[in-house]
């Protein structure tokens, strides 16, 4: 990144356009060059249909097939989600008629592709939930809070708050937690914290869950 000096001598107008110009412009270098350096993190700009969280991280416009109205994504706060991972949307094909093939989109024209394509619904995920990489979620999901899902699973159905869940399709392997700290947690709602006090109680958060919820239940 290369910085433009004023030549020595030479009268800077201090409140003309060109200098809130040349603000805006270094400041838009000085940006892209710290996030080339991952000091900062990639903008990300949503695509429509879709809501992030606060600090949840992870998507890109790649990692939606087939957004639309009825099938909107919603990613709550402090949500932490691996590469190649896939929200198909609006994309289920019929399965009661004569054929797989998309004709009536296709070739027939009776049909767009969004009204030939069927869905179950949005796709919900709560907060604090990490999802592996190459995992695929498919319509009508809806994952709890601090749920984990495996690296390569196929999520068809809903997913309860702190359940972990792996395979193809993902299956329950078992809780993070019992059930009295997940009753806990829930009512704690940590990630609706401001910030401020997540980083004044940083040494809670290297806690068992078992502690941090004697802590501040």
Not at 37 to 60: A, D, E, M, N, Q
Not at 74 to 87: K, N, Q, S, T
Not at 108 to 115: A, G, Q, V, Y
Not at 167 to 191: C, H, L
Request: with cysteine; charged share 25%; net charge positive.
């Amino acid at each position: 990144m290369r910085l433009k000096f004023i030549e020595p001598g030479r009268r800077l107008d201090t409140d003309g356009p060109g200098l809130r110009h040349c603000a805006r412009g270094c400041m838009s270098k000085l940006t892209d060059w710290l996030r080339g350096r991952g000091v900062l993190r990639p903008k990300v700009v949503l695509p429509p249909f879709v809501t992030l969280g606060p600090h949840s991280h992870g998507i890109h416009s790649g990692s939606f097939l087939f957004l639309s109205e009825q099938s909107p994504v919603r990613i709550g706060a402090f949500c932490a989600i691996a590469a190649e991972v896939r929200f198909i949307c609006h994309a289920d094909h019929p399965t009661e008629t004569p054929s797989n093939f998309g004709l009536q989109d296709q070739i027939l024209k009776t049909k767009t592709t969004m009204e030939y394509l069927r869905t179950k619904g949005p796709i919900v995920l709560g907060n604090d939930v990490w999802v592996g990489a190459r995992a695929t979620i498919l319509s009508g999901v809806n994952i709890g809070n601090g749920a984990v899902v495996a690296a390569c699973s196929v999520v068809t159905k809903d997913v309860e708050p702190y359940a972990i869940v792996a395979g193809n399709p993902a299956r329950f392997v078992r809780y993070r937690f019992s059930e009295d700290t997940i009753a806990a947690m829930q009512k704690i709602r940590w990630w609706d914290w401001p910030i401020e006090r997540i980083k004044q109680e940083n040494a809670a958060f290297d806690l068992p869950a078992e502690e941090f919820v004697r802590r501040f239940s």
